[in-house]
């Protein structure tokens, strides 16, 4: 990889973690009044989509979605706006953190409903076949969504009418407070299972970049050339308590020592550390990056603060009227 695509793929890894590490420390102050569930940890895999995906390409994510409504280059004041329920947010105010939205990008929403994005993803797929666009239709995914029956409906029709869909299943091992180990039979591969579904499969550690990328980058230029499915896993682990700015690793679920051990795998400082060690040019350039983003979520936070709530009238008039 040459340093100008790390150089990259580091901005966006450390402008999602710097949003993201923002809204955890104004979190408490009471404003932002919905839930937050924030994907600190998880960012080498938006980071590379971003670098890897088309503007004209679809996208549809999660409860856990800043981070792909950011890499799919969708505008972060709106987004912060929307968290503190402002008029000026992407959803008018009246969705909040789990309900990000940005058509001039095409990201076509975010759900709070488990699984409910994943058919809306095969929808556009299916309108990008018929309308002859070359679109792609990326659909993220936690694990705990391949539990959910739409799932199967989803895959199946994206399989049987060769639709043109990327599934990106970010595996963090949880579902809330569930590890895989209770909730699937045990040495059962999410990958596996889809692949018998008759798509096309490829599984990779989130934490390692090179291969992510690669992986990505394949995975996106099958389903182009191809207009079938294709279901990427990659495995990966959430920092923060499932749904709040704090840390939940004392609650039971889950030990300090794993927490400690995925957290040393954290691919936004080993790359810092990896490019730092390149050049002297290259860490002042990185310094250079930081402030530029610190100062960009800065005036997000500034501009969502300073911003009106909505007004009464407005409550039953559709966001996209
Ligand atoms: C249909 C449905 N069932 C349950 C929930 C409660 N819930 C919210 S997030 C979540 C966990 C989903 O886990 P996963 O898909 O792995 O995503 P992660 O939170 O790990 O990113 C659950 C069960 C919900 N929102 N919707
Ligand atoms: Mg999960």
């Not at 995914?141 to 990106?168: C, Q």
């Not at 930081?290 to 603060?305: G, H, P, Q, R």
């Amino acid at each position: 990889m040459t340093s100008n695509l790390l150089i990259d793929l580091f901005r966006q890894m450390y402008r999602i973690r710097a949003v993201e590490e923002a809204i955890a420390h104004h979190y408490p102050e009471g404003k932002m009044r919905c839930p937050v569930h924030l994907s600190i940890g998880q960012e080498s895999i938006p980071a590379v989509f971003a670098q890897t995906i088309s503007s004209d390409d679809f996208a549809v994510s999660t409860h856990r979605g800043h981070a792909h409504y950011l890499a799919k280059g969708g505008n972060l004041n709106s987004m912060i706006a929307e968290i503190y329920g402002k008029s000026t947010g992407c959803a008018k105010g009246k969705g909040g953190s789990m309900h990000l939205i940005d058509l001039d990008v095409n990201f076509m929403g975010t759900s709070a409903i488990v699984g409910n994005s994943i058919p809306i993803g095969v929808g556009l797929a299916l309108s990008a076949q018929l309308k002859r666009t070359n679109q792609i239709s990326c659909v993220f995914l936690g694990d705990g969504a391949t539990e959910e029956g739409v799932f199967y409906e989803s895959v199946n029709f994206a399989a049987v009418r060769k639709l043109p869909v990327l599934f990106i299943c970010e595996n963090n091992l949880y579902s809330v407070y569930s590890p895989l180990s209770v909730r699937q039979p045990k040495g059962r591969s999410i990958a596996k299972m889809v692949e018998a579904m008759g798509v096309e499969v490829a599984v990779g550690d989130g934490h390692n970049i090179p291969s992510t990328y690669e992986t990505m980058q394949n995975a996106i230029d099958r389903v182009r050339t191809t207009g079938t499915p294709f279901f990427l896993e990659f495995s990966t682990y959430r920092w923060r308590e499932h749904c709040g700015h704090g840390f939940d690793n004392d609650i039971g679920y889950r030990t300090q020592e794993e927490f400690l051990e995925w957290q040393a795998k954290d691919p936004l400082n080993n790359l810092e550390h990896q490019l730092q060690e390149s050049s002297f040019h290259v860490t002042s350039a990185l310094g250079k990056i930081k402030s530029e983003i610190d100062l960009e979520v800065e005036n997000a936070f500034e501009f969502a603060e300073n911003s009106p709530f909505p007004v009464r009238a407005e409550a039953y008039v559709g966001v996209y009227a």
